[in-house]
């Protein structure tokens, strides 16, 4: 079963939310239980919510909702109105802030991987290197890599995020990027990388890069050429756009962006989240908004569009049409 829609996700902070309250009604239960039985993907959204939130000591794990739905109000009767409004409020903004990062596996860039990395960014944050051969590299937010330059070779390994290159001349030593899908040998070059976790993403801006992915798949891409590859497949070549590069000034440049791309885009510079409603996703977006400002960003969007920013929780950001 695909991953619960954000708005499902939503629905099932706010039940448990209601639940853990301790007053809701006989009613309000049975609209629960009403709304749990719609869907499979209601019940999924419980069981994250459920998993995600550690705050309740009463609560046991049991692979039955319902049974824990029971035992949530329960376990809550004693509790006076003011404390229980209190620590639902704390409950929910723990779900949306450490929830979005389990259920889109949006991974902290301080894990133990990054921390023992040559270099590392963590979220919001862009730093630039030079290395000891004269080339460059730019590390977006929540990367990491490691350096290993040898007599033969310069090698980069991308264990997490993106980063852009600019390579110094050195005919005698070859210079690689090692990702988790294959290898890129760049041929005197500017070039970006992604790693999309599911794939990567190679855009070329000067020169030549050759690809090999694991699976031993080739191809090389020349100056204003973008493709995404896999383990065993390269994707068709497209043109790279140059706006992308913006990231390296602290901009995200939109040219015929939708909004859910361009949110997409911002969520990857903070720790919140910023969550897009069906009705507006394919909005039409252009122009420069600041990347170390999220907030400002949004501010920004509602001026252009009919569009308006609400916070559903703490660390949850809701964009949504503007209603009359």
């Known amino acids: 079963m695909a991953e619960p829609s954000h708005q499902t996700l ?51 794990q049991t692979p039955d909702p319902q049974s824990t739905a029971d035992n949530l109000f329960t376990a809550n009767q004693r509790l006076r109105q003011r404390r229980r409004l209190l620590s639902g409020m704390v409950s929910i903004a723990a779900i949306g802030f450490v929830g979005h990062f389990s259920w889109n596996k949006k991974w902290f860039p301080d894990s133990v991987m990054a921390l ?40 980069i390994q991308l264990l997490h995020g993106e980063i852009y290159i600019e390579t110094a001349k050195a005919p005698d030593r070859s210079f690689v ?93 903070q720790h919140g989240y910023i969550n897009i409603t069906d009705e507006i996703a394919q909005l039409k977006v252009y122009g420069s908004f600041p990347l170390s400002d999220t907030n400002r960003a949004l501010v920004m969007l509602t001026r252009v569009l009919p569009i308006q920013v609400r916070q559903v929780f703490p660390g949850w950001i809701k964009v949504e049409p503007t209603r009359s």
């Open 177 to 269: 990027v090692d990702t988790s899908q294959g290898r890129l040998t760049a041929l005197g070059t500017q070039f970006n990388v992604m790693n999309h976790q599911k794939d990567i993403e190679l855009a070329v801006y000067e020169g030549r890069v050759a690809v090999q992915t694991n699976n031993a798949q080739h191809a090389e891409l020349q100056q204003g050429e973008t493709a995404r590859f896999r383990a065993n497949q390269i994707q068709p070549k497209q043109p790279s756009i140059t706006a992308r590069q913006a990231w390296r000034q602290g901009l995200l440049v939109a040219e015929d962006m939708t909004l859910q791309e361009l949110i997409a885009e911002l969520n990857r510079y």
């Open 116 to 155: 023992a990395a040559d270099y590392h960014t963590s979220v919001g944050q862009q730093r630039n290197i030079t290395l000891a051969d004269g080339s460059q590299i730019w590390l977006n937010t929540a990367t990491a890599i490691n350096v290993d330059f040898t007599a033969q070779q310069r090698r």
């Open 10 to 60: 939503e629905e099932a902070a706010e039940w448990f939310a209601l639940l853990r309250d301790g007053q809701a009604s006989n009613e309000y239960k049975l609209a629960w239980h009403q709304w749990l039985d719609a869907k499979p993907e209601n019940k999924k959204a419980w069981l994250y919510v459920e998993k995600i939130s550690h705050s309740f000591e009463t609560l046991q």
